[in-house]
């Protein structure tokens, strides 16, 4: 089974503080998404990779940037975190034309 | 527009129930998925499907291209079923995204 892990379940950080949000996959997947999922939002696209040191804005990118340097490997990046960024994060991977896979989630709260 | 729409948002049911949530979505697909997430927990995906009928177990999906709509049944609920069924859509010439609908809470009583 693919694998989709997030580095922590849970994180609490400082407003103004840089946040960085881990994912790895274990089976060669060359697509890596990163969602953020709000009550009553349902899960929006931040950003998207289709390959190493590719990366695309989904339909919420600001205040986030992404770093793809290995195939397995897509970290989330909290510039300067704020409170309105407390949220759950979730990261995904698949191969074009299959399903994806989803990671467990890191609920981050900005205080 | 790429618009999903679920319903119900919520929905209470008693155990053994036959369980039907709905997904529409506006424009042409090249796939849809339905995802199942538990409280607290990270998302699983069901299916993934781009025309007729998939079966797993006691859950169902169909999905009708020409209508724009497709359906998650649950066949003989049970409470282990409680959870956040999630439609997700990849829309034509959208690339490899996915738009998602609201989900639909589900709670099963015994």
């Known amino acids: 089974d693919v694998k989709v892990t997030q580095s922590s379940r849970y994180l609490v950080k400082r407003t103004g503080e840089k946040v960085f949000l881990e994912c790895v996959q274990d089976m060669d997947h060359e697509n890596m998404f990163w969602y953020r999922q709000d009550p009553g939002l349902g899960l929006r696209l931040i950003y998207f990779?289709?390959?190493?040191?590719?990366?695309e804005k989904g339909d919420i990118p600001e205040g986030y940037s992404v770093s793809r340097e290995k195939k397995e490997r897509f970290s989330l990046i909290l510039e300067s975190a704020s409170t309105n960024q407390t949220s759950m994060y979730l990261c995904a991977s698949s191969l074009v034309d299959y399903g994806y896979t989803f990671g467990s989630g890191t609920r981050l709260t900005v205080v | 527009k790429n618009e999903v729409e679920q319903s119900p948002q919520n929905l209470t049911a008693q155990e053994g129930e036959f369980i039907t949530i709905n997904c529409s979505y506006s424009?042409?697909?090249?796939?849809l998925h339905w995802l199942q997430q538990h409280p607290g927990g990270g998302i699983v995906s069901l299916f993934m499907?781009?025309?007729g009928k998939k079966k797993h177990g006691r859950l169902i999906a169909t999905i009708n291209i020409q209508e724009k709509h497709s359906s998650l049944h649950i066949t003989a609920s049970h409470p282990r079923d409680s959870a956040v069924y999630i439609c997700a859509v990849r829309f034509s010439g959208y690339g490899n995204k996915l738009v998602f609908g609201a989900g639909t809470i589900l709670r099963v009583k015994s």
């Open positions: 499907l781009s025309s």
């Open positions: 424009v042409g697909i090249s796939a």
């Open positions: 990779s289709y390959d190493v040191k590719m990366k």
